[in-house]
């Protein structure tokens, strides 16, 4: 690692006027930026960690029925503390990594960096979350830009996700056998207005929603209703570990497993 | 340089660390408490897990400035007051849940966190919560084993046996 120095805000306001300072970085519970760091792929001068912030952290219920979700809480306290609310996405937490990545991953840091295999992008965009920062609410919609690009900007912060609560959920992945990241996932999420699809891991354009498979579902919540769809295999990643067709063909089948699994 | 204090294993302690020294690193060469181990230095392996905060982490991806005011147990604190193993050691010992040894205190301390949380845990929950613990000489069955006997359950005819 390229030396750095290293902040510890216990509040938002403090992490804002030291995230201010050339070349900070934020800190969430690095379990992806820390080994970035050791590869030599980011050169913070600063490092400002987020992990002590108290007000960041937690899980409840709001008066409008939505699961908010603080920004520095980690994958084993959703793991946990989500399961009596959203069964889809406690499931998804508690198989994030392994328990000690578990222990220190945040689901905001998961969001900011948007790893195109990452899990929690596909929970997000696929409930429709509405992800606050210190500055603004952002859409999901809107939130993610590609490839681990955001609507965030330079020393954004999020603060709390609000998850709106399906009637019925499941995230499904197939997990790449090395790495144990998702070569394909797909979280799928029944709302009372609609069904959304959001697959993670197989685009080169990182989460994104598969809308002929939501207006499919909508009409007809059943696995059956996804028979003959597909997804073009030309956005598709294509590596050592899987072609692009690969990719495409296990977008179909992760998608069928999860709406056969889904509760 | 930035100053950190922490308790570990009930000792107070207190160091000027860089901002980049990991957790592992200042157990390892600023403590001289060697037992915990780097094996990839990636994340991946788990030989170097400690307890903070009563919470299983990956000492290699945590910078010892983020420790700071927190409780971190070691390996070495696992023993019993008197020096004899505890049960979880001690069970490694019996079923011959190690054979270099190297992955074992990353073992010892994810078995005992598991043990904390779920007290009879099955087979299964066993195998999935080791899914960040590596050991590339027992092929797991006897770490298993170990940690059904560890926990007071009847040790199963391991099937892949």
Redesign the interface.
């Known amino acids: 690692m390229y030396a750095f120095d290293i902040e510890r805000p216990t509040s938002l306001t403090d992490a804002v006027t030291a995230l201010g300072r050339e070349e900070a970085q934020a800190l969430g519970g690095g379990q992806t930026l820390i080994p970035a760091l050791k590869q030599r792929l980011a050169a913070p001068s600063v490092l400002v960690s987020l992990a002590g912030i108290a007000e960041m952290k937690g899980i409840c219920m709001n008066d409008a029925g939505l699961l908010c979700i603080g920004g520095g809480t980690t994958h084993g306290t959703v793991a946990k503390g989500a399961v009596a609310h959203y069964p889809g996405l406690a499931d998804l937490a508690a198989h994030i990594g392994d328990p000690a990545v578990r222990n220190r991953g945040t689901i905001g840091g998961s969001l900011a960096n948007n790893d195109p295999s990452a899990c929690y992008p596909a929970a997000a965009l696929a409930s429709g979350v509405t992800i606050v920062t210190n500055t603004r609410s952002i859409a999901a919609d809107d939130f993610f830009e590609g490839m681990f690009t955001t609507a965030l900007e330079e020393g954004e912060i999020i603060t709390e996700v609000k998850f709106p609560i399906p009637e019925a959920s499941c995230y499904i992945k197939f997990e790449q056998p090395a790495s144990r990241f998702a070569l394909v996932g797909v979280f799928v999420a029944k709302f009372a207005e609609g069904v959304r699809v959001a697959v993670t891991g197989a685009s080169n354009n990182g989460v994104f929603r598969w809308t002929a498979a939501e207006t499919a579902l909508s009409a007809n919540f059943s696995v059956g209703a996804l028979d003959g769809l597909s997804v073009p295999a030309q956005d598709m990643i294509a590596d050592l570990h899987g072609t692009a067709a690969y990719r495409a063909h296990l977008v179909a089948v992760m998608a069928k497993r999860a709406v056969a699994a889904a509760k | 340089m930035?100053k950190v204090a922490m308790t570990v294993n009930g000792k107070s302690v207190s160091r000027e660390v860089?901002?980049?020294t990991?957790l592992v690193q200042f157990l390892r060469d600023d403590l001289r408490l060697t037992g915990t181990h780097v094996g990839c230095?990636?994340?991946q392996c788990?030989a170097c897990?400690v307890h903070?905060n009563g919470?299983?982490?990956?000492s290699c991806?945590?910078?010892a400035?983020?420790a700071?005011g927190a409780s971190v147990t070691t390996i070495e604190a696992m023993a019993n007051e008197d020096g004899s193993l505890n049960t979880v050691q001690q069970a490694f010992q019996d079923y011959h849940g190690l054979q270099c040894g190297f992955c074992t205190p990353g073992m010892v301390m994810?078995a005992t966190?598991?043990l904390k949380d779920n007290p009879k845990p099955t087979e299964q929950e066993i195998r999935e919560?080791l899914?960040?613990?590596i050991c590339r000489c027992t092929g797991y069955h006897n770490i298993i084993k170990a940690i059904m006997a560890a926990s007071g359950q009847e040790i199963p005819a391991i099937a892949a046996e």
């Open positions: 930035t860089e901002g980049r990991l230095d990636t994340s788990g897990v903070v919470e299983a982490v990956k991806t945590m910078f400035a983020e700071e994810s966190a598991l919560y899914e960040g613990n």
